[in-house]
């Protein structure tokens, strides 16, 4: 199975700053023959269910703010606020779909500092 | 709007059974493949299980392969899972999500999800 590893465990950002979580894979989930990384990014707010927020590693879901913003390619990805808001406290996920299992990181927590 | 509404969660005894179901409206229901993903403190989120939109192919976790059969009824809108021989280790928020058009697990909608607890 493919291990994903995120990092930090959790961050606390100020209101209108940057928040940058990292999601490294144990094995490359680019398939080559299309060029797409097969890696997605999901919110999950307390008491909710996950929520997509990007896929093939950095395209954003319909709806989405586009001050999410996904990034990288083979086995590092990163997930980028670029202005956290006070709604966007939250753990954020990584999970790759390039093989069966599926598998998804430990998750981030974001916080407001 | 879509919808995906888990229920069947309960408490049960290790060795027992449980199923599960899911019941979707606001989309077309049997041109997409759905999920159960599973969630507990300890080990986050886990995919379980996935069947493609007409039922033909499914595929299963290693932790739950031979106890838990997915199936779906698409003149009902329905998804299900039947979980046999049940342990404290399923004990978990169960959650069923739809498949994007782009990649079958790509979860581009879920459930409120279900509560399994498994205990004596």
């Known amino acids: 199975d493919i291990v994903m590893t995120q990092s930090p465990d959790s961050l606390a950002v100020s209101l209108g700053e940057r928040a940058t979580i990292t999601c490294k894979s144990s094995q490359s989930v680019l398939y080559s023959s299309n060029n797409k990384n097969y890696l997605t990014w999901y919110q999950q707010k307390p008491g909710q269910p996950p929520k997509l927020l990007i896929y093939w590693a950095s395209t954003r879901e319909s709806g989405v703010p586009d001050r999410f913003s996904g990034s990288g390619s083979g086995t590092d990805f990163t997930l980028t606020i670029s202005s956290l808001q006070a709604e966007d406290v939250a753990v954020y996920y990584c999970q790759q779909y390039y093989t069966t299992p599926p598998t998804f990181g430990q998750g981030t927590k974001v916080e407001i500092k | ?120």
């Open chain 2, 1 to 120: 709007e879509v919808q995906l509404v888990e229920s069947g969660g309960d408490l049960v005894q290790p060795g027992g059974s449980l199923r599960l179901s899911c019941a979707a409206s606001g989309f077309s229901f049997s041109s997409y493949a759905m999920s159960w993903v599973r969630q507990t403190p300890g080990k986050g989120l886990e995919w379980v299980s996935t069947i493609s939109a007409s039922g033909g192919s499914t595929y299963y976790a290693d932790s739950v392969k031979g106890r838990f059969t997915i199936s779906r009824d698409n003149s009902k809108n329905t998804l299900y899972l039947q979980m046999n021989s049940l342990r404290a280790e399923d004990t978990a928020i169960y959650y069923c999500a739809k498949g994007s058009g782009s990649h079958m697990r790509i979860f581009d909608d879920w459930g409120q999800g279900t509560l399994v607890t498994v205990s004596s």
